[in-house]
């Protein structure tokens, strides 16, 4: 049973589409995240939310919108999708971490498989 | 501004020796830091992590040691198996949600 799950696992488009991305966990945790790796391999985050507010976001393009139902799920949609965007999306999500160094082990992050999304 | 940087793209290492990864930083105020292992087609999952109010953190044939002073931190496995062949990526935080990562190492393991 996957912990994060992200469908689809690869996805293919023409340049000016709008699509999106799912991420569930089941792992009961507060936080999730978008993380983007682009062709150079940096890891990348774009958003997170916690308790399905948003927390974190980046110098992301706002093309990019993220939207978190319930706290189990964040999905990542993309507008009017361009070259530049393709690269692998990680979800993750995490427990709500605290305060200070000894409790940051409670944002241990775990992570989906991966989108590897591919625009053409 | 890579805060986080991973200077070695790639490793080989003989089955059962020691091998020895490598992650420095410059952002002095970051105070929690992982390693995470990668899988082809798989996502990070995570290894090993150490706080800033300590030196060395162990879990099995893991080891990972930081050296605040040279914002420096490694990650020893002894002894080195087949299946240890990943890329490896730190990840580096302070007081938020928010890591940055490196930009990985790929181990190959020889048997």
């Known amino acids: 049973d996957t912990a994060v799950s992200q469908t689809p696992k690869y996805l293919v488009t023409q340049m000016g589409n709008d699509k999106s991305i799912k991420c569930e966990q089941n792992l009961g945790h507060d936080t999730m995240y978008w993380y983007k790796q682009d062709s150079k391999k940096f890891l990348k985050i774009m958003f997170s939310?916690?308790?399905?507010?948003?927390?974190i976001n980046e110098t992301v393009p706002n093309r990019f919108s993220p939207k978190s139902p319930d706290k189990a799920h964040l999905n990542l949609h993309i507008n009017s999708l361009e070259l530049g965007d393709s690269a692998v999306y990680f979800c993750?999500?995490?427990?709500?971490?605290?305060?200070?160094?000894?409790?940051?082990?409670?944002?241990?992050?775990?992570f989906g498989a991966g989108t590897r999304l591919s625009v053409l | 501004d890579q805060q986080v940087k991973q200077n070695s793209p790639s490793l080989s290492v003989q089955e059962g020796r020691i091998s020895i990864l490598n992650c420095d930083y410059t952002?002095?105020?970051?105070?929690?830091f992982l390693w995470y292992k990668k899988y082809p087609a798989e996502g990070p999952t995570f290894l090993i992590s150490?706080?800033?109010?300590?030196d060395k953190n162990e879990d099995g044939r893991f080891t990972v040691f930081l050296n605040k002073s040279a914002k420096h931190l490694s990650l020893h496995i002894v002894p080195s198996q087949p299946g240890d062949s990943a890329v490896y990526f730190c990840?580096?935080?302070?007081?938020?949600?928010?890591?940055?990562f490196g930009t990985g190492t790929r181990l190959k393991v020889l048997a």
């Open positions: 990840a580096a935080g302070s007081g938020t949600y928010k890591y940055i």
């Open positions: 993750a999500s995490s427990q709500d971490p605290g305060g200070g160094p000894t409790k940051r082990a409670k944002n241990i992050q775990y």
């Open positions: 939310y916690n308790n399905k507010e948003l927390i």
């Open positions: 952002n002095s105020m970051f105070d929690y």
């Open positions: 150490i706080s800033s109010i300590k």
